[in-house]
């Protein structure tokens, strides 16, 4: 995968959902993660971030199931 947008090598990230991420940005994630008190308090292999934009994908591909998303 692609490295992070933002230079740090993760191959998790925001930047490699593509369309979703131009509708719902990482920002307005991040805001409204910030105002239900839901931020990860330690950086994992899946993000807070990473992990809202996985269940509204496994939303919109619901028959793939989640190792397909």
């Known amino acids: 995968m692609p ?3 933002d ?3 993760k191959a998790f990230a925001a930047g490699h959902l ?3 991420t131009e509708i ?3 920002s307005l994630v991040d805001e409204v993660l910030a105002k239900t008190g ?3 308090s330690r ?3 899946l993000p807070s971030r990473v992990v809202v934009y ?3 994908a496994m939303a919109l591909f619901d028959a793939c199931g989640y190792r397909g998303v």
Do not use: M, W, Y
């Open 18 to 20: 593509e369309e979703l």
């Open 24 to 26: 719902i940005t990482p």
């Open 43 to 45: 950086v994992r292999k």
């Open 38 to 40: 839901r931020v990860q």
């Open 7 to 9: 230079g740090d090598g």
């Open 54 to 56: 996985f269940v509204l």
């Open 3 to 5: 490295a992070h947008a």
